[in-house]
């Protein structure tokens, strides 16, 4: 969608080009990804250089000479520091960025160790994987998840990333909850399989080149609606929606309706979805009356 939003707003006409831009904005959340699952690691790094510096003080305090290693020494964090696949997947793309930001580092770290959930973890006596996780969890999405100065941070270093920032999150969250004290932190992949990439660049490709015949598709569909006035990014959804319910036999049609009025209502206007839901209905009774939408597999017609 956004994809093809670009394309429009540039007057583009390069598919080849255009469809690089997309694999490459792809590629990009691999790397936003990363640079959120590494925060953690470096938190942690950063924090051990601040206790060893605190020991070697002249006049270190008991406490610097004895510091509360809880943090330190989570479970959860050891995992990821320890984890093959995170070294592997940074090495391979290039990701320095908390090396080469040390104060977007230090800034997060003084948040965390101001924050309730830090003080309540540091203070409690006993301690569990599940304790540890629990912890980690608590601490990504209450405090580093929605943290403005990271958000800053990553904001200015790749605008495209703001709206990627939630799916990234929910991704590494997700993740964090499946461990277990045996389990390693696997890197997540960008695509299920071969076939999952595939369908991003056909999907792209197929409704850019039917746009017009798509376009058809709904403009006698708008009678209470100037064809002419309806919002850009709606008249792009309901292209894709169309493309895959006629392009695509093996995506139900629930799963097509569902996807794209959730995509309006995070992304367009505040009555997109009641017209994009009213037209996607009226369009898939006429092809279900015509024959015209061919879904392969038990369930995918409704």
């Not at 959860?76 to 592997?88: A, G, R, T, Y």
């Not at 977007?104 to 006596?125: C, G």
């Not at 039917?210 to 792009?236: C, Q, S």
């Not at 061919?294 to 017609?301: A, Q, V």
Request: aromatic share 8%; hydrophobic share 40%.
């Amino acid at each position: 969608m956004q994809t093809i939003y670009a394309m429009h707003q540039k007057g583009s006409d390069s598919l080849e080009k255009e469809e690089k831009f997309l694999l490459s904005s792809i590629e990009n959340l691999m790397e936003l990804y990363l640079i959120m699952v590494s925060s953690l690691i470096e938190l942690t790094n950063k924090e051990n250089d601040f206790i060893e510096v605190s020991r070697k003080k002249h006049l270190a305090t008991p406490q610097e000479r004895n510091p509360n290693l809880k943090f330190v020494n989570n479970a959860v964090l050891n995992l990821l520091k320890n984890s093959k696949s995170i070294e592997v997947a940074l090495d391979t793309h290039k990701i320095n960025n908390w090396k080469a930001n040390d104060d977007a580092v230090l800034l997060l770290l003084n948040d965390v160790k101001q924050s309730k959930i830090y003080e309540d973890y540091m203070n409690d006596t006993t301690s569990s994987f599940e304790k540890d996780q629990q912890f980690i969890i608590d601490l990504f999405s209450e405090v580093i998840a929605p943290n403005e100065k990271l958000y800053s941070y990553l904001e200015d270093y790749k605008l495209t990333w703001v709206d990627d920032i939630p799916v990234v999150n929910t991704q590494i969250l997700k993740q964090l909850k499946q461990l277990n004290p045996k389990s390693e932190f696997r890197v997540s992949s960008l695509f299920k399989d071969d076939e999952d990439r595939e369908y991003a660049i056909s999907l792209f490709r197929k409704t850019v080149l039917n746009e017009g015949e798509f376009a058809k598709e709904y403009i006698d569909k708008t009678p209470n609606w100037d064809v002419d006035r309806i919002a850009e990014m709606d008249t792009i959804l309901l292209k894709m929606a169309i493309c895959e319910l006629l392009k695509f036999p093996s995506v139900p049609v629930k799963v097509t309706i569902n996807e794209f009025l959730e995509i309006a209502k995070e992304y367009s206007t505040p009555k997109s979805s009641i017209f994009i839901n009213g037209i996607l209905d009226n369009l898939v009774k006429s092809y279900q009356a015509t024959g015209r939408m061919n879904k392969s597999g038990r369930g995918l017609m409704e």
